[in-house]
């Protein structure tokens, strides 16, 4: 298996190439300029050189006339593969001092690996060079870096020239930003620098500015949560929007949205900052928030009241509908149901036997067996109740989930006879917890069963008439945590 030497200041380029032939099968060795390679190659001598023509402490061109005036390694092919600024001359003399070749980066790796084994299938015997004196190739050497240099130099003045425009530029924007800005240093957590918008809305001057920190500008209550953001954003370029509270010069408070990343300025590390204004929209925010929640609490109230009127039409059966939704609340939470999906759950469950309030109290409180007329009669209650909230605009489908609370996963149940995945999730636990709550008190026509007969009960039908999940999170409740049903 040949060895091949890349000879490269560039470890990225010089690594992808060693990766890229040892992937076609040949064993590799690297090296970061000429002396490297010359030490390398006399301790363990390869097939092949492939090398960069610039280079630090000795450039390829220097590599290729010692190669050549070794005995030793003058009959290994050398092969030039560069990018600097190459040039018809380039190649011309690089041939001359015993190249095999001159190749101009990039190009594709198949056709380098081409031209490889092309020069490690002949047997040329040693490479020939050009006749000329010594002096004659120093020369040339020497014109050819010389000229390589200035290329670059002048390359890197275009860069700085660009640069410096970009600087200046940026330094523009930051100036006429309407949106306050400011630079500090992430060290020091001191101003460098703050745009006119800064000075017009905090109120403090700039050269008020540079003799603050960011500390200067914050409640003393943001100290530790601004330590944690710091921290965390230490080796992030960029950082997410947030919300903070900001203090103008006269004591005043705004709300600001801060947005950050990181740059260098005047030779050092910063972060540079845009704080938006977002005062009104936090107070309208807040307002919103609070105009919900007394929107909520109406909501809530209303439902208590309707329960509390479910209730005393049928006393036997007080309490039952808050002891079921919050079991029902229990087995959402140990689902791992997100929080809204749990309220509205509970919600539904509060008032899940609203639709009794048209069924006659003396047919829900008689004593005893119950006609099968009679439970045909009661049974409409889960209709009914869909018929009540249908057009009530809930954030939830509080109707559906009334209507289904009866129907059974194998579509035994009523008054659809769904089954499986037509029932709503939040009816398939109602279902469950309704059950539990119902065996476990006393009723009319029975007294109470014991909680574990009923946990027995959901157990032995759990796939047939309860949804499994459902009811095997139930008796986790009970019988791994310790959930007991509320009293009252």
Known sequence: MATILIVDDNLTGRSLLSWSLQAHGYNTLEAGDGIEALSLARKDRPDLVISDALMPRMDGFSLCRQWMADRDLARIPFIFYSASYPSDIDREFGLSIGARGY????????????????????????????????????????????????????????????????SEEYARLFRANPQPMWIYDPSTLRFLAVNDAAVAVYGYSHGEWMEMTIHDIRPGEDKDRLHAQLTTEADIAFSDADVWTHVKKDGSAIQVEVSAHSLEYEGRPARVVTALDVTERVKTQAREQAHLKSIEEAMQGTIAVVTRMVELRDPYTAGHQRRTAALCAAIGRELGLPAGQVDGLTMAALIHDIGKISIPTDLLTKPGRISALELSYIQQHAELGYELLQKVPFPWPIANIVRQHHERMDGSGYPQG???????????????????EAMASHR????????????????SNAGSLFDSEVAAACLRLFREQGYTLPTG
């Open 103 to 166: 190749f101009t980066k990039p190009m594709p790796i198949d056709q380098l690996i081409a031209e490889a084994e092309v020069q490690l299938s002949e047997d040329a015997g040693e490479n020939r060079l050009a006749v000329e004196s010594e002096d004659e190739i120093e020369n040339a050497h020497r014109e050819i870096v010389t000229r390589k240099l200035e290329a670059k130099i002048a390359e890197l003045k275009d860069l700085n020239t660009a640069y410096k425009r970009q």
């Open 418 to 436: 769904l089954q499986g995945d037509e029932i709503l999730l939040e009816a398939r636990i109602l279902a469950v917890a309704d059950t539990i």
């Open 444 to 459: 009319p026509y029975r007294p109470a069963c014991p909680i574990d007969q009923a946990l027995e009960q959901v157990e």
